[in-house]
C-alpha cells in the first residue's frame, strides 16, 4: 500500500517562528502537494511539486514556502507562522498525470497547526 | 474555470436509510470525477472515482454515475451503517496537476 506519512500529527507553535512540516512518500511518486483544511472551505492547494527540484504555487501560496531536494520528500515552511495558519496540513502524493488519466491522489494523516 | 459544488452538510441519516449527495461540477474538456472519503481524524482516502462519461464508480456499496450531460457525480449508497459517518469530498481532475475538491458534505448515521 502506498504511504504517505508526515512527521508531526500536532504541533503548537508561537507567532513568528519558523515551522517546518515534513512529508515522506514511498511509492516513487512524481507529483506531491500541500493542502491546508479549513472548515467550510475544503481543502485548498497551497503548493505543488511535479517532480525534484520542481514547484508551482497553488491557490493560497502566501506566508508559505516549500522544498523537494528529494524525489520521496516534500517539506511545507511557514517562515514567521501566524494565528490565521491555525489549521489542518494535509500532504500528498500521485504518479504523474498530466493526460487527467484519473490518478488516485494519497494522503497523509494530516498534520494539526495551532500558532498562539 | 473549474469548479465543484456539493450539497452542504451535515447529512443526519438513521442505519440502513438512502443515502445521496448531489455533487455537479463546471469543467472545460474531459474532467475526471472523485469522492474521497475523510473518517475523523485521519486524511482523505480514494472512495472511487470515474475516468469518463457514463461510467460508474463503486466501492463498499456507494456508486457515482458520471453525467457528462448533467455535470453532476452523485454519490448513493443504499443502506448506510454508523460506520460510514464521515466527510465525503467530490473532486475533480482536469489536465494539468490540480485536483479541484468540493466543500465537503459531513454525514452524521444514527443507530
Known amino acids: 500500500d502506498v504511504k504517505v506519512t508526515q512527521s508531526s500529527r500536532y504541533l503548537v507553535k508561537r507567532t513568528g517562528e519558523k515551522v517546518f512540516l515534513e512529508c515522506v512518500q514511498d511509492?516513487?511518486?512524481?507529483?506531491m502537494f500541500w493542502y491546508r483544511q479549513d472548515p467550510g472551505l475544503g481543502l485548498r492547494l497551497i503548493y505543488f511539486?511535479?517532480?525534484?527540484?520542481?514547484?508551482e504555487k497553488g491557490d493560497i501560496p502566501e506566508g508559505y514556502s516549500v522544498s523537494r531536494e528529494k524525489k520521496e520528500r516534500f517539506s511545507l515552511i511557514l517562515e514567521s507562522a501566524s494565528t490565521n495558519q491555525t489549521s489542518m496540513y494535509l500532504c500528498?502524493?500521485?504518479?504523474?498525470?498530466?493526460?487527467?488519466?484519473?490518478?488516485?491522489?494519497?494522503f497523509g494523516e494530516g498534520s494539526w497547526l495551532t500558532v498562539v | 474555470g473549474n469548479s465543484v459544488t456539493q450539497m452542504e452538510g451535515p447529512v443526519t441519516l438513521s442505519e440502513e436509510a438512502f443515502l445521496t449527495i448531489n455533487c455537479t461540477y463546471t469543467?472545460?474538456?474531459?474532467?475526471?470525477l472523485f469522492w474521497y472519503v475523510q473518517y475523523p481524524g485521519e486524511g482523505l482516502q480514494l472512495l472511487l472515482k470515474?475516468?469518463?462519461?457514463?461510467d460508474k464508480g463503486s466501492n463498499k456499496g456507494f456508486e457515482a454515475t458520471y453525467r457528462k450531460e448533467t455535470t453532476s457525480f452523485h454519490l448513493e449508497k443504499g443502506s448506510v451503517q454508523v460506520s460510514d459517518s464521515a466527510v465525503y469530498f467530490c473532486?475533480?481532475?482536469?489536465?494539468?496537476?490540480?485536483?479541484?475538491f468540493g466543500a465537503g458534505t459531513r454525514l452524521f448515521v444514527k443507530a
Open positions: 500528498a502524493s500521485r504518479l504523474s498525470d498530466t493526460s487527467n488519466s484519473g490518478n488516485t491522489i494519497y
Open positions: 511509492m516513487d511518486h512524481e507529483n
Open positions: 511539486s511535479y517532480d525534484v527540484k520542481m514547484k
Open positions: 469543467a472545460t474538456g474531459y474532467p475526471s
Open positions: 470515474a475516468t469518463k462519461a457514463d
Open positions: 473532486a475533480l481532475g482536469s489536465g494539468g496537476f490540480k485536483t479541484i
